[in-house]
């Protein structure tokens, strides 16, 4: 069935240092691939998205890049902060429904 | 309303009493999902409204799950007989089909004692 997996499940970072974390998809019709934010006790909160005709989206500093003939598509946040340590979840979506990744606990350390 | 609301935001009940867990979706969002996260875990999809169409109900793990909705507006999950291992975040999203991503709600955290 469809499948999303997310690596790595916990990653911890110096502050100003950059973070990637990846995700891998089964379902090649995925033509649509967000990336949410969780933080402590809230909802997840969409943070940047990418369709599948584009390889590359950026919004300050965070970026999303896609291969979809590997059915790979990764987060990178550069320059991080400590407002950046959250749970980040990856999700691909074919028809109407997403299916998510595991979600990465991010740490940034000061 | 400005965003996708749900209550209770706690829940805390004894083990085969039937809970109700509401959510508002955001005004006009015709689609409508639940979805659980057990402590630690990703997100597991329940079900998923849309307007007036059947709803797709593959991801309800039993029979002891059902979900409502009255045309565009509230939803409400239901388990009945609550089991330990039903305590959870139900998290609730919105969206406007075809190119609207979720927006969901803060999630209500339910614990089965």
């Known amino acids: 069935g469809e499948n999303v997996e997310q690596h790595p499940s916990t990653l911890s970072v110096q502050e100003g240092d950059s973070a990637v974390i990846k995700c891998t998809y089964s379902?090649?019709?995925?033509?649509?691939f967000p990336w949410y934010k969780q933080e402590l006790g809230k909802g997840p909160q969409l943070i940047i998205d990418?369709?599948?005709?584009?390889g590359e989206k950026k919004d300050q500093r965070i970026a999303v890049t896609l291969n979809k003939t590997a059915k790979h598509f990764s987060l990178h946040i550069t320059e991080t902060q400590p407002e950046d340590s959250a749970v980040y979840f990856c999700?691909?979506?074919?028809?109407?429904?997403?299916?998510f990744g595991t979600g990465t606990r991010l740490k940034v350390l000061a | 309303g400005a965003g996708v609301s749900q209550s209770p935001s706690n829940k805390v009940t004894e083990k085969g009493k039937d809970v109700e867990l509401r959510c508002d979706p955001i005004?006009?969002?015709?689609?409508l999902y639940w979805y659980r996260q057990r402590l630690g875990q990703g997100l597991e999809f329940l079900i998923y409204?849309?307007?007036?169409?059947?709803?797709?109900k593959s991801g309800l793990p039993s029979d002891r799950f059902s979900a409502e909705r009255t045309g565009e507006s509230v939803s409400t999950l239901t388990i009945q007989r609550t089991q330990q291992e039903d305590s959870a975040v139900y998290l609730c999203?919105?969206?406007?089909?075809?190119?609207?991503?979720?927006?969901f709600g803060s999630g209500t955290r339910l614990t089965v004692v």
């Open positions: 999203a919105s969206s406007l089909p075809p190119v609207g991503g979720y927006t």
């Open positions: 379902d090649s019709a995925s033509n649509y």
């Open positions: 990418i369709r599948s005709n584009v």
């Open positions: 999700a691909a979506k074919a028809t109407y429904k997403y299916i």
């Open positions: 005004s006009g969002h015709t689609a």
């Open positions: 409204f849309q307007g007036n169409s059947a709803p797709d």
